[in-house]
């Protein structure tokens, strides 16, 4: 799936018409992200919530992932923490994991955002959630701090690692790879 990512995924901003893929999106996938989320995250994120996500003014911030038969795989979110800054959260599919898609979808929002005026990036991850942490690093984030035992994914608790992702820093490597990539 590497060679063709471009050709093979969509990547494009959730609007109120993406929630009932959204919510089918969340509903088959609740037994696999619970191993990396909190489920009082998952528990708040009902209709409700996304709703008021998707009519919100962090709307220009929720990008979702589709092959082109329009299945869903894939959901980017920002939060805005300051006028230049942001922290992302995303979630893949299991079936899609390990293929490269968050990696090549990341990059595509990093970009984005960047043109936008967001100089930083921040992602916080468990500790034992590898293939994030090889996504975030691939991507050009490094680890900014350790919050000992932040996470509490029932039976257990993990530490939290915050990443962090400069445009100013990365400059160079950013725009020359990708020169050729067409903004979604």
Same mark, same amino acid.
């Given at each position: 799936?590497?060679?063709?990512?471009?050709?093979? #995924?969509?990547?494009?901003?959730?609007?109120?018409?993406?929630?009932?893929?959204?919510?089918?999106?969340?509903?088959?996938?609740?037994?696999?992200?619970?191993?990396?989320?909190?489920? &009082?995250? #998952?528990?708040? &994120?009902?209709?409700? +919530?996304?709703?008021?996500? !998707?009519?919100?003014? #962090?709307?220009?911030?929720? +990008?979702?992932?589709? #092959? =082109?038969?329009?299945?869903? @795989?894939?959901?980017?979110?920002?939060?805005? !923490?300051?006028?230049?800054?942001?922290?992302?959260?995303?979630?893949?599919?299991?079936?899609?994991?390990?293929?490269?898609?968050?990696?090549?979808? !990341?990059?595509? @929002? !990093?970009?984005?955002?960047?043109?936008?005026?967001?100089?930083?990036?921040?992602? &916080?991850?468990?500790?034992?959630?590898?293939?994030?942490?090889?996504?975030?690093?691939?991507?050009?984030?490094?680890?900014?701090? @350790? &919050?000992?035992?932040?996470?509490?994914?029932?039976?257990?608790?993990?530490?939290?690692?915050?990443?962090?992702?400069?445009?100013?820093?990365?400059? =160079? +490597?950013?725009?020359?790879?990708?020169?050729? @990539? =067409?903004?979604?």
């Amino acid at each position: 799936m590497r060679a063709d990512m471009k050709k093979l #995924l969509r990547i494009r901003q959730a609007t109120e018409a993406d929630l009932r893929c959204i919510l089918l999106f969340e509903f088959r996938n609740r037994g696999w992200f619970s191993q990396f989320l909190p489920s &009082q995250v #998952l528990r708040q &994120q009902t209709e409700i +919530y996304f709703k008021r996500l !998707l009519r919100s003014n #962090l709307k220009h911030l929720q +990008y979702l992932v589709y #092959l =082109p038969n329009d299945v869903l @795989i894939g959901r980017f979110n920002g939060q805005i !923490l300051s006028n230049k800054s942001v922290e992302v959260s995303y979630r893949i599919a299991k079936n899609f994991t390990n293929l490269g898609i968050a990696k090549h979808a !990341l990059k595509h @929002i !990093l970009v984005l955002w960047a043109s936008k005026g967001i100089t930083e990036v921040y992602a &916080q991850v468990a500790d034992h959630n590898k293939a994030s942490i090889k996504v975030l690093l691939s991507c050009g984030f490094e680890i900014n701090e @350790i &919050q000992k035992n932040a996470i509490n994914l029932d039976p257990e608790i993990h530490d939290c690692l915050v990443f962090r992702w400069s445009f100013a820093e990365d400059l =160079p +490597y950013k725009v020359n790879q990708f020169d050729n @990539i =067409p903004v979604c």
